[in-house]
């Protein structure tokens, strides 16, 4: 049987909450379509206090950037995009294109063509997150695409050293400090001095993830990437500090970020709440964790592995760890999440930060329908079609001028019986 020990807040205020959102988005993205980049500029003096003579940084101020860096520091940076760049091109290769003859002079095919140009968001004004540029930018570039700009908020009131040396390393081609809805908006929308993109990429806060949905349709989007969620999924081989620690390494992104632990483990169930504070009270974070964990944290005890895998298929968390005794059992039975982290040497951290796979990842249960960022994001597959014969469109196109016929379509039956009486005289 399924007990939940703790629960968060209830979905009604998380549904009051969402309509706010929804409101204020919409607001700002007609405002901004409206006026273009006044309006870009008035948001970011609003929310960031950022008004700079330029929100595209020049080339002597990336370069002064990446001069900046420690040599450690880039080096690490360098180590982190050499992970990520290897299992993208990885993933890369495992797309092709095909052309093949399905019935005699009749060749069907398809391309794997880049998008001509993206935009990659960079959540920076509460933590400087550099590994999104490597996730966004540099996975981008490894599919081909030729235009990549980016954009982030500035930092301490100035655009992060960190971050531009990482987008530049990773090889964006225009770099912006310009952040929230209104970054959205001028990547999507355009304005005076920024060219609009095809499709927009990267998480973000509520309000970011918001404007990506609200703009689908005219740009595309990677996915919605809205406030971080985890989930832990363990039995009773791991302690309750460990978890507590895992759960709280996410819940330290945002207030309204959900951290769930689903256990066999009672004692685990039951130590969890002191392992909790404790951890607490060694991180600089912890207002921010605490808060997301009294509003968002949850503790679910069950009876079985099948029991655990069936809560984690209903939330569909962004991050699951999975520490059990086979974790392997989760990776062959579940099927939606955002990203897996098997066994307990490996934790969420790695995949956010270092290790090559992307941390672009669904959230708010779209991991029902999708995964998460990877090359082939960037990537439209359009299907072609050769008739070789007039035999084979002849025989064609008897088939189609009778289902056509079936639909009342007759606009679509001539244009299979104009061939069909073209070429029949030579077969």
């Given at each position: 049987?399924?007990h939940?020990?703790?629960?968060?807040?209830?979905?009604?205020?998380?549904?009051q909450?969402?309509?706010l959102v929804?409101?204020?988005?919409?607001?700002?993205?007609?405002?901004?379509?409206q006026?273009?980049?006044?309006?870009?500029?008035?948001?970011s003096?609003?929310?960031d206090?950022?008004s700079?003579?330029?929100?595209?940084?020049s080339?002597?101020q990336?370069?002064?950037?990446?001069d900046?860096l420690?040599?450690?520091?880039?080096?690490?940076?360098?180590f982190?995009?050499?992970?990520i760049?290897?299992?993208?091109?990885?993933?890369?290769?495992?797309l092709?294109?095909?052309?093949v003859?399905?019935?005699?002079g009749?060749?069907?095919?398809?391309?794997?063509?880049p998008?001509?140009s993206?935009?990659?968001?960079?959540?920076g004004?509460?933590?400087?997150l550099?590994?999104?540029?490597h996730?966004?930018?540099?996975?981008?570039?490894v599919?081909?695409?030729?235009r990549?700009i980016?954009?982030?908020?500035?930092?301490?009131?100035?655009?992060?050293?960190?971050?531009?040396?990482?987008?530049a390393?990773?090889?964006a081609?225009?770099?912006?400090?310009?952040?929230?809805?209104?970054?959205?908006?001028a990547m999507?929308?355009?304005?005076?001095?920024?060219?609009?993109?095809?499709?927009?990429?990267?998480p973000?806060?509520?309000?970011?993830?918001?404007?990506?949905?609200?703009?689908?349709?005219?740009?595309?989007?990677?996915?919605?990437?809205?406030?971080?969620?985890?989930?832990?999924?363990?039995?009773?081989?791991?302690?309750?500090?460990?978890?507590?620690?895992?759960?709280?390494?996410?819940?330290?992104?945002?207030?309204?970020?959900p951290?769930?632990?689903?256990?066999?483990?009672?004692?685990?169930a039951?130590?969890?709440?002191?392992a909790?504070?404790?951890v607490l009270?060694?991180?600089?974070?912890?207002?921010?964790?605490?808060?997301s964990?009294?509003?968002?944290?949850e503790?679910?005890?069950?009876?079985?592995?099948?029991?655990?895998?069936?809560?984690?298929?209903?939330?569909?968390?962004?991050?699951?760890?999975v520490?059990?005794?086979?974790?392997?059992?989760?990776?062959?039975?579940?099927?939606?999440?955002?990203?897996?982290?098997?066994?307990?040497?490996?934790?969420?951290?790695?995949?956010?930060?270092?290790?090559?796979t992307?941390?672009?990842?669904?959230?708010?249960?779209?991991?029902?329908?999708t995964?998460?960022?990877?090359?082939g994001?960037?990537i439209?597959?359009?299907?072609?079609?050769?008739v070789l014969?007039?035999?084979?469109?002849?025989?064609?196109g008897e088939?189609?001028?009778?289902?056509?016929?079936?639909?009342?379509?007759?606009?679509?039956?001539?244009?299979?019986?104009?061939?069909?009486?073209?070429?029949?005289?030579?077969?």
């Amino acid at each position: 049987m399924i007990h939940h020990i703790k629960r968060g807040k209830a979905p009604q205020a998380k549904l009051q909450a969402n309509a706010l959102v929804q409101t204020t988005v919409q607001a700002i993205l007609s405002d901004i379509e409206q006026r273009g980049e006044s309006a870009v500029r008035e948001y970011s003096e609003k929310f960031d206090k950022w008004s700079p003579e330029a929100f595209r940084l020049s080339k002597a101020q990336i370069d002064s950037a990446i001069d900046s860096l420690s040599s450690q520091a880039r080096k690490d940076i360098e180590f982190a995009q050499t992970q990520i760049r290897r299992f993208a091109q990885i993933q890369l290769s495992t797309l092709r294109d095909v052309e093949v003859e399905t019935l005699p002079g009749v060749v069907l095919g398809h391309r794997n063509i880049p998008m001509k140009s993206v935009g990659c968001y960079i959540p920076g004004g509460k933590y400087p997150l550099i590994a999104s540029a490597h996730m966004s930018v540099l996975t981008a570039k490894v599919a081909g695409v030729d235009r990549v700009i980016a954009c982030a908020p500035p930092f301490d009131g100035k655009p992060s050293p960190e971050i531009v040396a990482a987008m530049a390393l990773a090889g964006a081609d225009e770099i912006y400090a310009l952040g929230g809805v209104q970054a959205i908006a001028a990547m999507a929308l355009g304005t005076e001095s920024i060219a609009p993109v095809d499709m927009i990429v990267g998480p973000g806060n509520a309000f970011v993830a918001e404007a990506k949905r609200q703009l689908f349709g005219r740009v595309g989007i990677d996915l919605l990437a809205g406030p971080t969620e985890t989930m832990v999924i363990c039995d009773d081989s791991v302690d309750a500090e460990l978890v507590a620690v895992d759960l709280l390494g996410q819940a330290e992104h945002g207030p309204t970020s959900p951290a769930v632990c689903i256990t066999t483990s009672r004692s685990i169930a039951e130590q969890l709440p002191a392992a909790i504070e404790s951890v607490l009270s060694r991180l600089e974070t912890r207002a921010v964790a605490a808060q997301s964990w009294t509003d968002y944290g949850e503790i679910i005890l069950c009876d079985s592995d099948e029991e655990m895998l069936q809560e984690s298929e209903r939330i569909a968390s962004e991050h699951v760890q999975v520490m059990t005794r086979n974790p392997d059992w989760f990776l062959q039975n579940m099927r939606s999440y955002g990203a897996l982290f098997l066994g307990h040497r490996t934790n969420v951290s790695y995949g956010d930060k270092v290790i090559g796979t992307n941390h672009t990842l669904p959230t708010m249960g779209a991991g029902r329908y999708t995964g998460g960022l990877w090359a082939g994001k960037f990537i439209k597959t359009h299907t072609y079609q050769r008739v070789l014969t007039d035999e084979a469109s002849v025989m064609v196109g008897e088939y189609c001028s009778r289902l056509c016929a079936l639909e009342h379509m007759a606009g679509h039956k001539e244009q299979a019986d104009i061939r069909v009486r073209r070429f029949a005289a030579n077969t």
